[in-house]
């Protein structure tokens, strides 16, 4: 069975998925300074190692990040440097649409949930 190729709408919405993980975006934002090693990423973003390497495998295997092996250590880094700019008009966007996208209901996150009565 043919399957047809995806379109450019398709595959950008992949992208976005890619992105839309919070750990993920925290791990690309961190890169923005730079290459980083894991241990270096972890202290950035809080991650548990194991939970940033399986992210940065994830990053790296949609070509978001690449590496290179130093010896033991294993330093990443953006592929391209447009996803820094991709970042900072996400950031411009958010200033003039912030209150729609907080108040936003259809694509809701657990830090949107709201505190139980104590």
């Known amino acids: ?20 993980d919070p750990s993920r975006l925290a791990l690309l934002e961190a890169l ?6 894991v ?6 973003t809080g991650l548990r ?5 399986n992210h940065l495998a994830c990053l790296w295997d949609c070509g978001l990040v690449a590496k290179d092996q130093d010896g033991r250590f294993v330093h990443y880094r953006l ?6 700019t ?9 200033t003039d649409v912030a209150r ?7 694509y809701a996150t657990p830090d949107d949930a709201a ?4």
């Open 1 to 20: 069975m043919l399957t047809a190729a995806p379109t450019l709408t398709t595959l950008k919405a992949k992208l976005f998925r890619g992105l839309a």
């Open 32 to 37: 923005c300074a730079g290459p980083q090693t």
């Open 39 to 44: 241990t270096d990423l972890c202290a950035a």
């Open 49 to 53: 190692q194991s939970n940033a390497s």
């Open 79 to 84: 592929s391209d440097d447009r996803i820094v």
């Open 86 to 94: 991709l970042l900072q008009v996400t950031e411009q966007i958010l």
């Open 100 to 106: 729609g996208v907080y108040a936003c209901t259809t």
């Open 115 to 118: 505190p139980a009565d104590a």
